[in-house]
């Protein structure tokens, strides 16, 4: 009778570290896969990055600007609101 109930004691203890050894080695191909997915995501954000700074540089917007007519106001006029008119008008 204690030879069974030890005997299953051993098979239990068995059974559990073999699905507490499978949960492991899943749980690092899972976390070696979202480092994966990781290191693309930086490479694609710098990608992305290097794209927005290339088109706000200063070169391409003065392009982009003649290209599309605009032209440098050496002197602008600049539209002035005090707090007495906006109070009128509240």
Known sequence: M??????LVIAGGTVAGISLYNTTVNLRHEAASLEQDLTG????????????????????????ARASGLILDENPKYLEATGDILAKKL
């Not at 204690?2 to 005997?7: D, E, G, M």
Request: proline share 0%; aromatic share 10%; charged share 30%.
């Open 2 to 7: 204690i030879a069974v109930l030890f005997a």
């Open 41 to 64: 995501l930086k490479v694609k954000n710098a990608e992305l990055k290097k794209d927005l700074y290339s088109r706000l540089d200063e070169a391409n917007l003065l392009g982009f």
